[in-house]
Each structure stands twice: as C-alpha cells, then as structure tokens.
C-alpha cells in the first residue's frame, strides 16, 4: 500500500496532524481591505452580480492567495444565496447591508422553492469552485462554505441583519410550526448546495453558524447542533473524504458540546473564548481554526505581532489552522496583514 501524505498544509492538520508552522487563512480574505478586490468589484457592478459571475469571482478568491500565499482560498459567494435560490428577493444596500423579503407566516413560507430547485439560480457558483479547483496552487486547499440553518433563518425572517436575532427569536417562540419547517427547509437545500460545491471540486466545507451565540442552551441543541448533525452525516454519507470546519461563532462554554456531539474535523472559534482555553478544551478533539482579534489588523504594529505570536504558541502541541476570531474588516490595512503572516511564518 503506498501511504501518500497530502502536500496541503490545511488537509494535513484537518488530518490531525500537528505542524511546526500552521497553515493559515483569512476570514472575508477576498473583501473590500483590498484595492484589487474594490476594482473588480466595480467591474462586476456590484456584489451579487460578482458572486453570479463565476471567472470574476474566480479572480477575487485567488486575489489573497497571489498577494500573501495563503494556505487555503475561500469560494468567493455569500450565505445569503441560499435564501435567493429558495424564491427570497435579495439585495444589499451599500454601506448598510442585505435586505430580504420576509418569511414569518406559513403563507409565505409556503411561496419558498422546495430544496431541489436551487441549482439553476447557484450553478454558477459551482461553476466558480470548478474554476478553482485547477486554478490554485498545488499546495492550496479549497474551501466551499454555507451558512447554518439558524444563522441563514435569522435574515429570512427579519429581512436584514439584526443585533440580537430578536425576529427570528420572536417566530421560533410564537410559531414554531414556521420557524421549524424554516429550518427543515433550509438544512435540506445547504446539504445539496454543499454536495454540489464537493462535486464541482471544495475539498474542505465550512458551515458558518455566526449568529450561534443568541442561542439558549436548550436552542442550541436544537437549532444548531441538531441541523449541524443532519448536515455533516448527509454528506459524510456521499463524500467520505470531505473535511468538514463547523463554526458556531459565540457558542462560547457550548463549543465543547458542539465538537463532541458533530462530527467536525474542526472548529473554528471566534475570540469570546480563550486561546488557551480552546486548546486545552477543544484542540485534545479536533484541529481548531483560530482565533486572533481582526480587530488588530486596523492599527497593526507590535501588538498585532505579539497577539499573533500568543496564538501560535497557544495552539502549537495540537493541529491548528491560524485564523481570525471573525472576518477581516474593510478598514484593515493590506500591510498589516504581511506583518501578521510574518510573525506566523517567521
Ligand atoms: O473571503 C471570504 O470569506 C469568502 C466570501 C464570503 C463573503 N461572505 C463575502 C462577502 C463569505 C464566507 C461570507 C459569509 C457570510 N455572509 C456570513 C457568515 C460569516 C460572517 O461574517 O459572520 C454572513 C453573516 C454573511 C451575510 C452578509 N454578507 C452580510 C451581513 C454582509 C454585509 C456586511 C458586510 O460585511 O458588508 C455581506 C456582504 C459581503 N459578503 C461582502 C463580502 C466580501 C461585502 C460586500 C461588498 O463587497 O460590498
């Protein structure tokens, strides 16, 4: 039997393997921080029409991987997609964010596509990932992503985002039968978009639970662990190999019961939680994805550097794959991203 060990970095420590220097890359990698991105953006004409455009959006996600050499490229699309192919109306208000039309009565929820009618209007976002997968580097993984039934739940019912969820908390409180089906209806269509990006060559999926946090313990298991479960068994089924990255952002002392209970390669946590914290709890049962404060790629320097520093020496006895606590802001600056990688990489 000839044993290969894969040459990717990121599938290398997904494997569980603990490396000298861990791979990295960027949450929101391909965004606004970057003036190449801005001017294909404006290319596109906007941010929808350049996730519909698969070689433009082709282009934005290996933008980071030519400036810095990242370890893994991101499909470039949103979470909000998802919705789009399920019959919402979507658009982004610039300088605001998305609007959607609403789902709180089983009328309106009843005009939704079912689950199997999403590929016309996503394929080519799969066409984007196909793209990709000869693009890259040899030694760069690709990852497909999806948002989480709850998370992708909490802008189909408020039709925006909101601080506290507080709609999408209202409806799972008054009308369950909605909310549930809601749900249903969503995890059905993330299992099938993200089989779709696997076929068309995603190596490594991640499922983004952001708004997990909002969550009360006994809605947690219901809402994120339950449908993160259905998820990941429903494509472990067809895709043995894939590599699956969970990330219920501010689920915080809940992370352990997440990684205990789904079967994650690994977890991504956001910076609530400790480093320390994580490694100790976390990294004994899956590789982590984390977690430095994006906060500091603003005024970068030497606190960037010694923070970066504090987190790889936090995670280095276990597989860790370095990452922010959450996406890089539009005001970070292009160069204090280098500093990061600099101290990562030495
Ligand atoms: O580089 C990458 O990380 C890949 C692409 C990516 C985007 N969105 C591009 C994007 C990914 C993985 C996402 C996920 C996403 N989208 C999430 C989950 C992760 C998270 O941030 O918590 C959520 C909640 C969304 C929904 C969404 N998309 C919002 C709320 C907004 C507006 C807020 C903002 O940051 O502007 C977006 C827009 C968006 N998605 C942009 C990008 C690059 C900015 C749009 C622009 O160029 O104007």
Not at 143 to 165: K, L
Not at 176 to 191: G, H, M, N, Q, S
Not at 216 to 236: M, N, Q
């Amino acid at each position: 039997m000839i044993v290969t060990k894969s040459s990717k970095t990121i599938l290398r420590a997904l494997a569980g393997e603990t490396l000298e220097t861990p791979p990295v890359w960027m949450m929101r990698q391909a965004g606004r921080y970057l003036p190449e991105y801005m001017a294909t953006r404006g290319q596109a004409g906007d941010f929808l029409s350049l996730c519909y455009n698969p070689d433009l959006a082709t282009e934005v996600t290996l933008q980071p991987i030519r400036r810095y050499g990242f370890d893994a490229a991101i499909l470039f699309a949103d979470i909000l997609l998802v919705p789009q192919a399920l019959g919402a109306d979507l658009w982004f208000v610039t300088g605001e964010g998305p609007r959607l039309s609403t789902i709180t009565t089983m009328d309106e929820f009843n005009k939704l596509s079912p689950a199997d009618d999403i590929h016309e209007t996503l394929s080519p976002i799969y066409q984007t990932v196909h793209n990709l997968s000869s693009a890259l580097p040899s030694e760069t993984t690709l990852i497909g992503f999806a948002g989480a039934p709850w998370t992708v739940a909490t802008y189909m019912i408020a039709g925006r985002g909101t601080p506290d969820q507080g709609p999408a908390h209202k409806l799972m409180q008054e009308n369950t039968e909605v909310f549930d089906a809601l749900i249903d209806r969503i995890t059905k269509a993330t299992i099938l978009y993200l089989a779709e990006q696997i076929k068309a060559g995603a190596e490594v999926v991640k499922i983004f639970d952001s708004w997990a946090g909002s969550l009360s313990a006994e809605a947690f298991d219901r809402y994120c662990i339950a449908p993160h479960i259905e998820i990941v068994t429903a494509l472990k089924a067809q895709f043995p190999d894939v590599q699956i990255i969970g990330f219920p952002r501010g689920a915080d002392q809940k992370y352990i019961d997440y990684v205990d209970q789904v079967d994650v390669a690994c977890v991504a946590v956001d910076t609530a939680v400790s480093s320390d914290w994580a490694a100790e709890k976390l990294q004994p049962k899956v590789c982590v994805q984390g977690n430095l404060d994006q906060t500091l790629l603003v005024p970068g320097g030497e606190k960037l550097i010694s923070e970066t520093k504090r987190v790889v020496e936090a995670f280095k006895n276990g597989p860790h794959i370095f990452n922010l606590g959450h996406g890089i802001t539009p005001d970070a600056s292009p160069d204090h991203v280098s500093q990061m990688l600099e101290a990562i990489r030495g």
